[in-house]
C-alpha cells in the first residue's frame, strides 16, 4: 500500500467510527422512541460481530499444514481457561499471548 | 437545574471538582488503556510502521479492536470500501451506545460533540453507570472521563510505536494479542447473555463463509448472511428475550 492508499484507509475507520457514534444523535435529536427493529439489532447484532471477530482473527491460521493450529488451540484454550476462572480481562489476554509467543518460539518452531 | 447552577458558579472552580470526581473512575481503565494501548503500539512497530502510526489512529479512531483490525488492513490489499465497512459493522455496537445516551447528554452544550466522538465501550460503561454527585456538572464529568482515557491509550500506543524498536526480545506471536482480545470480548458476551443463538451464528457463519470464499472475501458475505439471518429470526429471539 502507499502512503495514501494508508491514509485513505485509516480515513474510512475514522470515517465509520465516527457515523457509528454519531447517527443516533442525528436521527433521535429529541428521544423519539428507536424502531424496535433498531432496538432489536442493538441487542443481537454484537454477539454475532464478536463470534466473527475471533474467526477473523483466525483466518490466516492452515490447519491443513504443519502446526496444524494447535498453538492457536492451546493459546486460546488458556485465555478461555484463566477467563473462567479469574475473569479478569487483562490477565486473561496477557496470559494467552505469552503461552502463544512461547509456543511458536519454542515448541512449534 | 443543572445548568443554572452551573451558570452562577466560577467555570474554573466547577471544572477542577468534575475533573477530581471523574479521575478516581478512570484509574482501572488508565492500567487496562496503557497495557493494551503499548501493545498496540509495539504491535504496529513491529508490524513495520513508524510510531506516528499509531499515535494518530489512536488519536482519531480511538476504538481499540478497530484499531488492531485497521494494522491487518494497512498490510493487506487496498480495500477501502471493506475498511468502511468492517469498522461499521466492528462498530455497530456504539450506535446502541449512543441511543442510551441520549438523555444523558442532553444540555452538556458544545461539549455534547466531544461526548459523541470519544464515547469508547469504557467511556461509555463509566457515563452511563457512574453515580455522578449532583453538585458536580454531569456534562464536565463526563468529559472528563472521556479526555482522560482517550489520554490514556494515545499515551499507551504512542509509547508501545516508539519504544517497539528497542524490544531486545523475540516479539513472534505478539500479534495473538488481537485474538486473545476478542475471544475474551466474545466470552464477556457469552456470559452475560441468556440466549446464545447470535454468539452462535457469528462464529458459525463466519467459519463457513472463511472455508468458501476464503481469508481475503469472506468478511462481506459473513456480514450480509449474519444481518439476513438474524433479520429472519427476529420474532424467535424477541420472543426468547421477553421470556428470559
Request: positive net charge.
Amino acid at each position: 500500500m502507499t502512503l495514501a492508499q494508508q491514509i485513505i484507509t485509516i480515513a474510512m475507520v475514522v470515517l465509520a467510527t465516527v457515523i457509528t457514534r454519531f447517527l443516533p444523535f442525528i436521527v433521535f435529536p429529541s428521544g423519539k422512541p428507536t424502531p424496535k427493529y433498531v432496538q432489536y439489532l442493538g441487542k443481537v447484532l454484537p454477539a454475532a460481530v464478536f463470534g466473527l471477530l475471533v474467526i477473523y482473527c483466525l483466518k490466516s491460521v492452515d490447519v491443513t499444514a504443519w502446526s496444524y493450529g494447535l498453538p492457536e488451540l492451546i493459546s486460546i484454550a488458556v485465555v478461555a481457561g484463566l477467563h473462567l476462572w479469574k475473569r479478569q480481562m487483562l490477565l486473561s489476554i496477557a496470559g494467552g499471548t505469552v503461552c502463544y509467543m512461547l509456543l511458536v518460539q519454542f515448541v512449534f518452531c | 437545574m443543572d445548568g443554572r447552577i452551573a451558570a452562577v458558579k466560577r467555570p474554573a472552580g466547577i471544572k477542577l471538582k468534575a475533573f477530581k470526581a471523574a479521575f478516581p473512575n478512570t484509574i482501572p481503565i488508565m492500567a487496562g488503556f496503557l497495557f493494551l494501548g503499548i501493545t498496540y503500539g509495539i504491535y504496529m512497530n513491529v508490524s513495520g510502521f513508524s510510531f506516528l502510526y499509531p499515535m494518530f489512529m489512536s488519536m482519531t479512531i480511538f476504538a481499540g479492536s478497530v484499531e488492531f483490525v485497521t494494522v491487518n488492513m494497512l498490510m493487506g490489499s487496498f480495500n477501502p470500501l471493506q475498511a468502511f465497512l468492517l469498522a461499521l459493522m466492528i462498530n455497530a455496537r456504539h450506535l446502541f451506545y449512543g441511543i442510551s445516551m441520549l438523555d444523558r447528554y442532553k444540555g452538556t452544550g458544545i461539549k455534547k460533540i466531544y461526548l459523541i466522538y470519544g464515547m469508547c465501550d469504557e467511556s461509555f460503561s463509566v457515563n452511563y453507570t457512574a453515580n455522578i454527585p449532583d453538585d458536580v456538572d454531569k456534562g464536565w464529568f463526563m468529559f472528563f472521563v472521556n479526555l482522560l482515557n482517550q489520554i490514556y491509550w494515545v499515551t499507551g500506543a504512542t509509547l508501545g510505536g516508539i519504544f517497539g524498536s528497542f524490544i531486545k526480545f523475540n516479539t513472534k506471536g505478539l500479534e495473538f494479542v488481537m485474538t486473545a482480545m476478542f475471544v475474551v470480548i466474545f466470552m464477556e458476551q457469552w456470559l452475560k447473555e441468556k440466549n446464545h443463538t447470535s454468539s452462535l451464528l457469528g462464529l458459525g457463519i463466519s467459519l463457513v463463509c472463511l472455508i468458501l470464499f476464503g481469508a481475503d472475501n469472506f468478511i462481506i458475505p459473513s456480514m450480509a448472511i449474519i444481518l439476513a439471518v438474524l433479520t429472519l429470526l427476529r420474532r424467535v429471539l424477541e420472543k426468547d428475550g421477553e421470556k428470559t
